[in-house]
């Protein structure tokens, strides 16, 4: 066979390759979406983490130009240029134009980062108009090129000699298929913060993150003419990430707990801290990748984090009166990550985001048993801190189920412990009656007097209710605006909630058509999705729609819930002059008539119903707004700052 044949041969083989992955590349980068187009970046800067992970590099940059390519630098080894005996081309051309060639798949040189999907750069190559590929090592400059993943006839060249002390390393740049993706557009702060991570992941490697002037310059919406650059690097590695995450947070100890040990290959790192907040932050990673789904190494850690603070609860006699501490007690407020590397990750899951190695699971926890427990021999104030913390989270949760019970037993007392404010309705059939929640007292006084007593219950409440999300349930149950709704509803509140008690089978929520009254409505609906969850999945919370104009012609009334409605009413019905319009600002403006007729009574009203996805949302958008994280907060407020955004229902 005559070495053209044979190269021939070659190529067809490699053109198959990457042809696969041009025809599906959902299949290889997850999507062709502005997720997929990152992942190509990441895919890159994944194969400069092993250079540096192997201890060959420590400096990786990343670059977005403003002809829409990005290129990645490392200090590495440079990628091997010589010749390929399997394939007898350039082992640079392999790696980039044989799927699955980088090393991966094909040996078993520990390499433990990868994206998620861990499919090589000859992937990126596949999906990119043009890549080209600068090589410093053997003392010269090579580059190579390739044009929709082929390689550019003749472009593989040796350059120049490398100069006295110049670095070796590598660059990749490429420029994503713009007929492949739906954008190709680069986000910086989508980049940041994974480079950001990836940094705090790998202590010691300084990644930096630059755009060109123009590639910021040519962002209609962001005028940043010098181009923004970041530079993160991390000595403290996954310390400094919790310090980082916690940075906004009332932290109960100064330092931040820190082990690392490996058994049989496998890297085991934890970093933790606690803080003052209800909620925990636990990140799990494998490998670099954000374990969103959990996995052996997670409940590891857990189970012996829960024995470790439980031993020494026990041994110092910390526990006051109680048996044990829950997992759930000693995570409350507390921010960790832990990092595995492995070998040979097996990634599971909806999102191929939860690890299933199962012998991971004992190696983090016998790890972080025996290094945790000597850390607390060894920090007994930052022990006890955090035993203090996780015993006063199984109080309250006590305290909790106490109370719940205690709601509970109070309303199976029936009317003689129903709350004063509440002007009940006649009908004791659940079925057929209606419990009005209805905003401030005025409006509450004009719905007592307009509605049909017989089924129609009114209870008035008054601005806004407790934030639920700063309280435990005890506080949030001592709030009289919620007891008095609790006890109303008749069924009971959290694990007690039984859905079967309740009094009225229609829950209306009553607020004004304004952002405060959109605020109350988000603060009832978060109350009922974390307390009283069946009563949204029973379809029995309702929202009152309530006109917001009247328009009056010629002795005729006509309401309008938009502003739309209102103008089609004054064209079709209205022939000029003497039209009156009313704009309806809140619900008190309504005498108790108006009320019944446009908002309450059941042949004329509109009500919404809630599903449990409308109580979710409010829920998640309370989270963001009541929370502690700051950056989320205004993220949220700058994205949309107007008052439509509030669940609009
Ligand atoms: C700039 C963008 C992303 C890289 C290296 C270095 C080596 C390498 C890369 O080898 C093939 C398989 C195992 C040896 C390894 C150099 C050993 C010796 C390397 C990168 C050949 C891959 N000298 N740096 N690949 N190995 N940086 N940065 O892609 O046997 S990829």
Known sequence: ?????????????????????????????????????????????????????????????????????????????????????????????????????????????????????????????????????????????????????????????????????????????????????ETVDFDFSTLENRLRELAFLNSGVEIRLAEEPDAAGERADEAVPEGRSREFCYEGGIREFVRYLDETKTV???????????????????????????????????????????????????????????????????????????????????????????????????????????????????????????YFEEHPDTAEAIVRKAVEAAKAR????????????????????????????????????ELFVVEGDSAGGSAKQGRDRRFQAILPIKGKILNVEKHRLDRVLENDEVRALITAIGAGVGEEFDVEDVRYERIILMTDADVDGAHIRTLLLTLFYRHMRPLVEAGYVYAAKPPLYRVRYRGETYDAMTE??????????????????????????????????TTMNPENRVLKQITVEDAAAADKMFSVLMGDAVEPRKQFIKDRATEAEWVDI
């Open 1 to 181: 066979m005559s070495r053209d044949t044979e190269y021939g041969a070659g190529q067809i083989q490699v053109l198959e390759g990457l042809e696969a992955v041009r025809k599906r590349p959902a299949m290889y980068i997850g999507s062709t979406d502005s997720r997929g187009l990152h992942h190509l970046v990441y895919e890159v800067v994944d194969n400069a983490i092993d250079e540096a992970l192997a201890g060959y590099c420590d400096h990786i940059e990343v670059t977005i130009h403003d002809d829409g390519s990005v290129s990645v630098s490392d200090n590495g080894r440079g990628v091997p240029v010589d010749t390929h005996e399997q394939y007898d081309r350039p082992a640079v051309e392999v790696i980039m134009t044989v799927l699955h060639a980088g090393g991966k798949f094909d040996n078993k040189s520990y390499q433990v980062s990868g994206g998620l999907h861990g499919v090589g750069v000859s992937v990126v190559n596949a999906l990119s108009r043009r890549l080209a590929v600068e090589i410093k090592r053997d003392g010269a400059l090579w580059r190579d090129s390739f044009d929709h993943g082929e390689p550019e006839a003749g472009a593989f060249e040796r350059v120049r000699d490398l100069r006295e002390g110049e670095e070796t390393g590598t660059t990749v740049r490429f420029w994503p298929d713009e007929e492949i993706f």
């Open 252 to 374: 109960l100890h100064d330092d931040v707990i820190y082990y690392t040990d490996s058994q049989d290959d496998i890297e085991v790192e934890v970093a933790l801290q606690a803080t003052e907040e209800l909620q925990g932050s636990i990140h799990a990673f494998a490998n670099n990748i954000n374990t969103r789904e959990g996995g052996t190494h997670l409940t590891g850690f857990k189970t012996a984090l829960t024995r470790v603070v439980n031993d020494y609860a026990g041994e110092q006699n910390l526990l006051d009166d109680l048996d044990s501490l829950k997992g759930e007690d000693v995570r409350e407020g507390l921010t960790a990550v832990i990092s595995v590397k492995h070998p040979d990750p097996q990634f599971e899951g909806q999102t191929k985001t939860k690890l299933g190695n199962s012998e991971v699971r004992g190696i983090t926890e016998s790890v972080t048993h025996e290094k945790l427990g000597t």
């Open 398 to 433: 006590k305290a909790a189920k106490q109370a719940e019970e205690l709601t509970r037993r109070k309303s199976a007392l029936e009317s003689t412990s129903l709350p004063g404010k509440l002007a009940d309705c006649q009908s004791r059939d659940p079925t057929e009656s």
């Open 564 to 597: 739309a409605e209102r103008d089609r009413i004054i064209e079709e019905k209205c022939d000029g002059n003497p039209t009156q319009v009313q704009r309806f600002k809140g619900l008190g403006e309504m005498n108790p008539d108006q009320l019944w007729e």
